[in-house]
């Protein structure tokens, strides 16, 4: 009968047996298993005295079980050899892959073992770090790897044949240093092998566990962001806790011009507290923030930023809260726009192609180009639009003042920014709790964008646009077939191709109707819900060009068409878009000119001199490509095989 080392219920007085546990002081002292998005910045820190030996150690990772007497647990997932180091001077050890500092969590600290760790975050887990481990034991793909609890009874298997030959390969390490398992569900699931546990966080295994620095117990810690990681530092205590942010308020959300804003934040394990803010990227300005109110260990801190005198100005706060010890923890970045701002100055991305303003305050002013009803009979969800730029109104009751405004009226719209699978938005949430839409009086659609197929983008999104000869892919629906609610037949002839539709919202009066051509006219919003879309409002926002679809017709032929740049007025760059004419797919070419005068009519620049096949083309033109022309008044024109277009461009 084989002797058994540990127990489902931690270290026992089997220990006394040749294999005991060590006398090292080395620790497990912080993991992080999970987080939002792609596990770039897993990592377990070990600590200890400064220059204590880690030789001859190494991490055990047992998790999912394979199969014996019902599987629940005991296979090796993870196993990380140190290398030949010490503990640290700062007493700590850190262990981290390559990818460590790359995620979202924006982790700092100096890595001092860089390696594979790939942790499981499914199930209950079990950390051991171990000294002397048999090189027979490995990881494999699956339950590929050793099961060192064969018969699934809770206790570690004194030897067994690790390696898979057949053969006893006697212990599975010399000696446990530490342990810990974190717990995705008390009392079922995979066994664990610790009598120290952690977790579960919820329904889940804990994403980041720590030990408190004052009285080594564990903790679990945030899943999505890193407010109690200290990788390679000095971990929060427990007897005074780190403060933890319940929630923060603003009054009113978008001050109007000279009005200012009462901050406020709810926190807990907080003895004090301070907001520092910028106005328009300017010095920060810090203020000590007051005790509203007090209830056991919740605070209440309360502030006022003093108001700004213009509309558009931008004022940016971040409250910090301390504990006695002190330990500092911040809350979340927030803004607001002062006043009333343009709907266009809203519309700036990072690199990654996400809106700055994010959950920011903001109040806008701009006539209906889509009113209640047209893409929601339940809630509101409309577009307004001023003469910069449009935007997506949005809330999950229906508004009364938006349901009784109707097309080209103006309305005034105060709430939070938000951008919801690429949609820019100004809905409810955060400090801004109601989404105030007030009723301006009477006025008019502005008139439709003029764009081609390949407009369909970030640059007009929110806008009410009118695309000339879009061709539509309407596979699977006929030609001769029926708009479906919810159909989003592609675009398919922007060169080059884009991940762009035309969206048949369910609540207009399109579904039901027949597609009567592979080609239309489309009137209507650039929206976006992962990709750009086109969204006619009506029926009548679809009028179908010269194609009469049936056996035997013709390919639907563009002609010639040259759009407004975009921007105008520009400073360094614009974008010309044109439309070459001739059917598609053909190895037709016609000789295509692009070309800019002055007002003299002299010329300025050739821009396009070539042969071109049927289809909607895009030229970037650079100020500095041009030889820096002098700000003016210019035109452009196209001439396709002597036939000419000319519109008119401003440099500022």
Known sequence: MRARLLTVFGLVSLFTVALVTSAMAVTINEIRIDQSGSDNEEYIELAGTNGESLTGLSIIVIGDGSGGAGGLGGVVEAIVDLPASTIQPDGVYLIAEATFGTGGLFLTGTVDFTTTLNFENSDNVTFLLVSGRNDSLHVGSGFGGSDVDVNDDGIIDATGDW?????????????????????????????????????????????????????AAWMIGNFGDSAFDTPDGVNPSCANPPPTFFAQDRLPCVPNTTEAAAITATVISATGASVSYTVNGGAATVLAMGVQST??????????????????????????????????????????????????????NDGGGSNIYDGYGARVRGNVTVDFGKFSSTRTDGYIQDATGGINIFEFDIHPTYQSAGLGDEL????????????????SGGACDTLLIDLEGPGAVPAPKQIGPCGVNEFNEGLLVECFYVDLDTTGTGPTGLFQPNQAPDIINCVPTTNTDVFID???????????????????????????????????????????????????????????????????????RYVVPGAPGTDQVSEVQLEIFDLQGRRVASVIDDYQAAGEYGVKVNRSTLGNIASGVYFYRLDINGETQTRKLIVE
């Not at 974190?182 to 664990?192: K, M």
């Not at 970045?333 to 266009?344: E, K, P, T």
């Not at 005034?412 to 809905?427: H, M, P, Q, R, S």
């Not at 579904?511 to 990709?531: D, H, K, L, M």
């Open 163 to 215: 390696g898979g030959d057949g053969l006893d390969d006697g212990p599975p390490w010399a000696s446990i240093v530490d342990d810990v398992a974190l717990i995705e569900t008390v009392g079922s699931g995979e066994l664990v092998y610790s009598a120290t546990t952690n977790g579960p966080d919820g329904s889940f295994v804990p994403a980041h566990s720590y030990r408190c620095s004052d009285t």
């Open 295 to 348: 209830s056991g260990d919740t605070t209440v801190f309360a502030a006022t930023i003093p108001g700004q005198p213009n509309d558009g100005d931008l004022v940016e706060y971040m409250v910090t809260a301390v504990n006695a010890n002190p330990d500092t923890t911040d809350g979340f970045a927030q803004g607001y726009f002062v006043g009333l701002q343009n709907i266009g100055d809203l519309r700036v």
């Open 412 to 427: 005034t719209v105060a709430g939070v920014i938000d951008e919801f699978n690429g949609k820019l938005e100004i809905t």
């Open 506 to 576: 369910a609540d207009t009066n399109i579904p039901g109707n027949p597609i009567t051509s592979t080609q239309y006219s489309v009137i209507g919003i650039v929206t976006e819900f992962g990709a750009h879309d086109l969204a006619p409002r009506q029926l009548s926002d679809l009028t179908p060009l010269n194609v009469t679809v049936g056996v035997g017709d013709e390919t639907a032929r563009p002609v010639m068409q040259l759009m407004q740049n975009n921007p105008n007025p520009f400073r360094q760059f614009t974008e010309i």
